[in-house]
């Protein structure tokens, strides 16, 4: 059973800076691929970036590129998201996620993930 806990939310000002940290353990991950999402008060959720494990093949979300980075650390089995210059509509319960046998194409894809953290919220206010 893969098991992942979310860490890192806060309140930062439009303009600032996060990072958020996923922390993976369960079965090995090397024929995964894994994501953050992010849901906002009256909207559907919606992907913001995705790794794939063993490859490092990186996916983002229009909006998000040239201001956040996803990575990982294969030894301690942590996903993270730096968040750079962050602005109000980027407010949201951040999720990660993971899934089995993604291929590259699909992994901005929602329904192709399995196991989903508890979330932690990112606030961006003056």
């Known amino acids: 059973q893969v098991q992942l806990v979310e860490s890192g939310g806060g309140l930062v000002q439009p303009g600032g800076s996060l990072r958020i940290s996923c922390e993976t353990s369960?079965?090995?991950?090397?024929?995964?691929?894994m994501g953050w999402f992010r849901q906002a008060p009256g909207k559907d959720r919606e992907f913001v970036a995705a790794?794939?494990?063993?490859?490092?093949?990186?996916q983002y979300k229009d909006s998000v590129k040239g201001r956040f980075t996803i990575s990982r650390d294969k030894d301690k089995n942590k996903m993270y998201l730096q968040m750079n210059n962050l602005n109000t509509e980027d407010t949201a319960g951040y999720y990660c996620?993971?899934?089995?046998?993604?291929?590259?194409?699909?992994?901005?894809?929602?329904?192709?993930?399995?196991?989903w953290g508890q979330g932690t919220q990112v606030t961006v206010s003056s």
């Open positions: 790794i794939r494990w063993s490859t490092g093949n990186l």
């Open positions: 369960g079965p090995t991950y090397n024929n995964y691929a």
């Open positions: 996620a993971a899934g089995c046998r993604i291929i590259i194409s699909a992994m901005s894809s929602i329904n192709k993930y399995d196991y």
